[in-house]
């Protein structure tokens, strides 16, 4: 006689906390200033605004976009802040950098809008493996945004977890 399969998992008073089920929700875009610069190299602050005034925004609506510089150009901090300018009042995001400093830009902006009193006295896993690289530095961020709320923290799969957190008994 086969016994049934319980998932002690699912009947656990665990709460799974998936970053990337945040970061998959959202629609990410590029865009290299290369196309406003002279000659794809040379920032002439006319020509710079011009092309900015120009410009289509309207297809970064509702996406968070990584800003950058493809080539190796000379391109003034007013520049990038312009763009900004041009983007915040239709994109969800704006960030620069690499392919990295723009994924933590993100995950900064998911951790700021999680809200944590939801994990009030509950024991959380913070998932671990997922297929977005999730910066380490994101996931200390997470666990002390997260430790004044939890009961237990813990990482990894609920089927293998690590505690890294268990708050003192009073």
């Given amino acids: 006689m086969a016994e049934e399969i319980v998932n002690r998992v ?6 799974l906390l998936d ?79 690499s392919d990295r400093e723009f994924k933590l830009t993100i995950f900064e902006e998911i951790i700021s809008s999680i809200d944590f ?11 671990g493996c997922s297929k977005v690289e999730v910066p380490e530095n994101v996931y200390l961020r997470l666990t002390a945004k997260l430790q004044p709320f939890a009961k237990s923290i813990m990482f990894g799969e609920p089927c293998s977890t690590v505690p890294v957190y268990k708050k003192p008994r009073k």
């Fill in 10 to 15: 699912k009947k656990s008073r665990t709460k």
């Fill in 19 to 97: 970053l990337e089920d945040y970061y998959t929700e959202l629609q990410l875009a590029k865009l290299d200033i290369v196309p406003f610069l002279y000659e794809g190299l040379i920032l002439r602050e006319q020509e710079f605004r011009k092309s900015a005034d120009e410009f289509d925004w309207r297809k970064f609506e509702g996406k968070f976009v990584r800003v950058f510089c493809s080539a190796d150009a000379i391109v003034p901090t007013w520049a990038y802040m312009l763009v900004a300018s041009k983007l915040s009042p239709i994109a969800s995001g704006v960030g620069f950098g």
């Fill in 117 to 127: 009193s939801q994990y009030d006295n509950e024991r959380v896993i913070i998932k």
